[in-house]
Structures are given as C-alpha cells and as structure tokens.
C-alpha cells in the first residue's frame, strides 16, 4: 500500500456555504425566516393596543425588521464567528470597526444626502409642503423603529452576505451580487421603475464600498437610517414608494421632474443617482489611504 506523504500541507477546503448560491440562499432563508419571527411582536402589540393610532401602526412595519436582525446575529454568532466579531469590533486607534463617531457620520452623510436631494426638488419647484406638529417622543420611536429596520437590511446584505462572499470571491463580485440582491428585493416596492432599481442598487454598493474600506456597519446603518428617517417622517416623502403616515412636513403638491417622481420620491431621480455616486466617489478617495478592511484578518 502506498504511503501518504504527510509533509505536503493539504490544500484549504472551500467551505460550501461560501459558494455564491449557498450564501445567496442563507440570505433570502434569513430575511424571510426573520421576517416571520419580527411578525410575532407585531401581532402582539396589534392585540394589545386595537386603537393605537395609523401612525403608531406604520411604526410597526419598521419594528418588525427585529426578527431578522436577532436571526442574522444569532447565524453569525454560531456559524460566522469573524463577521459577528466585525459587526461588535469597537476600532480603538485607528483601526477599521464601529466607533460613535463612524455612526454619528452615518447619521450626517445619510441626512446631508437626503435633504440635498429634497433641496433639489424644492427649489425647483417640484414639491410644496406644509408643517406639522412636531412629536419628539413620537420621532424619537420612529427613528428607534427606522434604526431597527435600516439595520437589518445592513446586517444581512453588507455585513453577512459580502463578509461569507469575500471569503471566497474577489470583493467586486461581493460588492455586485449583494448590491443587485438588494435591488431585486424592492422590485415590489410602489412604483418601482428602472431609475429607481438603479438608485438602490446605487446605495447598495456605496455602502459596500463604507464596509470594504471602513469595516464599519455601524456607519453602513447610521447612513442607512438617516436617509430613510429624514424622508419617511421629517419631509413626509416616500421611502421606496411607502409613504408614512405621520411626520413633521406633508406634502402639500408635487409634479414628476429630474428631481422629483411623485410615486417613488427622491429616490426615482437622476439627481439621488448622481449624489449617490458622489458620495461613493467620496468613500473611495477617502478609503484608498487607508487600505481596504480584510474581516477574516481585521477583525480576529
């Protein structure tokens, strides 16, 4: 019988799960599992409070995103333990991970974009609004719900899927597959138009661009929830199609535009697609001093 020879180091196993259908079928498994269990509470807080309010109810749409956050966690902690390392990394001295102040741009970047582009549409003279009563308790839960919401869809796509596709692929093929999975996720949104589609695969790969240089999804998270929250409950506008049904400004009359589509918002523009891309533009030039993120190494 014919001896092994056991000073040749076998070559690494690509593990399975890391292969582009298996990460894109755990993904889909976790958002809709996820949004199974986030339902439960829903129901719940329907049973408990019948007469609550439409806009305590809308919140609701936000909070249910819960499931998949707990689920998307509770995977990575048992099966991907260097990516559920990078979702808690603190990135004291310098190094890539989530700080306070990683968020705290988020929250800027995310509300600086959104509001150019409503500023855009303002003045020329696309939308028309009008004030409201300003609720700070209720504000404070719909950005808590927004946040819950906005971080779910970061967990799954920028931190679970591009982390397990990295491990195997170039980052381009990470960056592109979660981006386009993103985008085809909203293709049931209200008035979805191939503009539109092209604004959140935009989006999508901008923040993979936050991850794959910052190695921060508390940024990704942060840029995300603004973005949703100043449109949806500040301005009273469309959040991919879905209007709240309560904020501080309402619209009071738009018109389709480069700036402005009256089903589907700021988001259905070329204005957002071109901001987006600056925003992209301004994490690459940004980034490149400081080197991309390697989560298998970074984060051990």
Same mark, same amino acid.
């Given at each position: 019988?014919?001896?092994?020879?056991?000073?040749?180091?076998?070559?690494?196993?690509?593990?399975?799960?890391?292969?582009?259908?298996?990460?894109?079928?755990?993904?889909?498994?976790?958002?809709?599992?996820?949004?199974? @269990?986030?339902?439960?509470?829903?129901?719940?807080?329907?049973?408990?409070?019948?007469?609550?309010?439409?806009?305590?109810?809308?919140?609701?749409?936000?909070?249910?995103?819960?499931?998949?956050?707990?689920?998307?966690?509770?995977?990575?902690?048992?099966?991907?333990?260097? @990516?559920?390392?990078?979702?808690?990394?603190?990135?004291?001295?310098?190094?890539?991970?989530?700080?306070?102040?990683?968020?705290?741009?988020?929250?800027?970047?995310?509300?600086?974009?959104?509001?150019?582009?409503?500023?855009?549409?303002?003045?020329?003279?696309?939308?028309?609004?009008?004030?409201?009563?300003?609720?700070?308790?209720?504000?404070?839960?719909?950005?808590?719900?927004?946040?819950?919401?906005?971080?779910?869809?970061?967990?799954?796509?920028?931190?679970?899927?591009?982390?397990?596709?990295?491990?195997?692929?170039?980052?381009?093929?990470?960056?592109?597959?979660?981006?386009?999975?993103?985008?085809?996720?909203?293709?049931?949104?209200?008035?979805?138009?191939?503009?539109?589609?092209?604004?959140?695969?935009?989006?999508?790969?901008?923040?993979?661009?936050?991850?794959?240089?910052?190695?921060?999804?508390?940024?990704?998270?942060?840029?995300?929830?603004?973005?949703?929250?100043?449109?949806?409950?500040?301005?009273?506008?469309?959040?991919?199609?879905?209007?709240?049904?309560?904020?501080?400004?309402?619209?009071?009359?738009?018109?389709?535009?480069?700036?402005?589509?009256?089903?589907?918002?700021?988001?259905?523009?070329?204005?957002?697609?071109?901001? @987006?891309?600056?925003?992209?533009?301004?994490?690459?030039?940004?980034?490149?001093?400081?080197?991309?993120?390697? @989560?298998?190494?970074?984060?051990?």
């Amino acid at each position: 019988m014919e001896e092994k020879d056991l000073s040749v180091p076998a070559k690494p196993v690509k593990l399975k799960r890391h292969f582009i259908l298996a990460v894109i079928a755990i993904t889909l498994l976790l958002i809709f599992v996820g949004s199974a @269990i986030g339902e439960l509470p829903v129901i719940l807080l329907q049973k408990l409070f019948p007469n609550m309010s439409g806009g305590s109810a809308f919140l609701l749409q936000y909070l249910s995103f819960i499931g998949v956050d707990i689920l998307v966690l509770a995977y990575c902690a048992l099966f991907e333990k260097d @990516i559920f390392r990078s979702f808690l990394h603190p990135g004291q001295g310098g190094s890539p991970g989530n700080t306070g102040k990683h968020f705290a741009l988020g929250l800027l970047i995310g509300f600086g974009m959104n509001a150019l582009c409503i500023l855009l549409a303002w003045l020329h003279g696309d939308i028309h609004f009008y004030a409201g009563r300003f609720q700070l308790l209720y504000m404070l839960c719909a950005l808590v719900c927004v946040c819950i919401q906005s971080g779910a869809e970061e967990l799954v796509t920028r931190g679970y899927m591009m982390g397990a596709l990295q491990k195997r692929y170039p980052v381009w093929v990470a960056i592109a597959t979660n981006a386009l999975l993103f985008g085809a996720l909203h293709l049931t949104n209200p008035g979805i138009t191939v503009l539109s589609f092209l604004n959140i695969v935009a989006i999508a790969v901008a923040l993979s661009l936050v991850m794959y240089y910052f190695g921060s999804i508390w940024m990704c998270i942060a840029v995300h929830t603004a973005w949703n929250f100043t449109q949806n409950f500040l301005f009273g506008l469309p959040n991919s199609g879905i209007v709240s049904e309560s904020s501080f400004l309402h619209l009071e009359a738009a018109k389709d535009s480069l700036f402005y589509d009256v089903v589907f918002g700021i988001e259905g523009t070329l204005s957002s697609v071109i901001v @987006i891309a600056l925003f992209a533009v301004g994490v690459v030039l940004v980034g490149r001093k400081k080197g991309p993120v390697n @989560i298998t190494k970074d984060f051990c």
